[in-house]
C-alpha cells in the first residue's frame, strides 16, 4: 500500500511539473505576442514618417498596418490561453481586448485619413505597448497569481 501512495504522488508531481512548464510556454506565448505587437506599431511609427518623403511609404505603412492589426489580434489569443487553460490572471485579456479596441480605431481613422486623430493615437498605443512590454519582462512567470501560487496551497 506504501508503495501506491509514493506512486500517486510522484504522478501528482509529475501534473504538478507538466502545469508548471505549460504555464511558462503560455506566459512566454504572451511577452513574445506583446513585444511583436510593440514592434508592429514602432514599424508603423517608422512609416508614418516615409508617407512624407518617398512614394513606397503608403505602401509600407498599409502593409505595416495589416501585420500591427495581426499582432494585436495574436496578443489577445495569448492573453485568452494564459487566461483560461494557464490559470493565470484575466487582466491581460482586458488589455489585450482594449488594445485591439483601439488598433480597430486607428485602422477605421487611417483609412479615412484623419491624421489630427490617427497620429496622436498612434502614439498613445505606442505607449501602452511599450508599457504592457515593460510590466510583462518585470514579473516572474507567475506574478499573476496562476496555477503555481494555487498548487502551493
Known amino acids: 500500500m506504501a508503495t501506491r501512495t509514493t ?6 508531481e509529475g501534473a504538478t511539473a507538466d502545469g508548471a512548464t505549460a504555464e511558462r510556454r503560455t ?5 513574445v505576442s506583446i513585444a511583436l505587437q510593440t514592434l508592429a506599431v514602432f514599424f508603423q511609427a517608422a512609416t508614418a ?3 512624407l518623403s518617398t512614394s513606397y511609404g503608403e505602401t509600407l505603412h498599409g502593409v505595416g498596418a495589416r501585420v500591427m492589426y495581426g499582432a494585436s489580434m495574436l ?6 490561453l494564459a487566461w483560461r487553460p494557464g490559470g493565470g490572471s484575466p487582466r491581460p485579456v482586458l488589455y489585450a481586448s482594449g488594445f485591439l479596441a483601439l488598433a480597430s480605431a486607428q485602422v477605421v481613422l487611417g483609412i479615412a485619413h484623419v491624421p489630427a ?23 516572474g512567470p507567475t506574478a499573476s497569481g496562476g496555477a503555481l501560487r494555487q498548487r502551493a496551497r
Not at 123 to 136: D, E, H, K, Y
Open 7 to 12: 506512486a500517486d504522488r510522484a504522478t501528482a
Open 27 to 31: 506566459r512566454t506565448f504572451l511577452r
Open 49 to 51: 514618417g516615409l508617407l
Open 75 to 80: 496578443y489577445v489569443i495569448a492573453a485568452v
Open 117 to 139: 486623430l490617427h497620429v496622436p493615437l498612434g502614439v498613445l498605443m505606442f505607449g501602452l505597448s511599450v508599457l504592457a512590454l515593460a510590466r510583462g519582462a518585470s514579473r
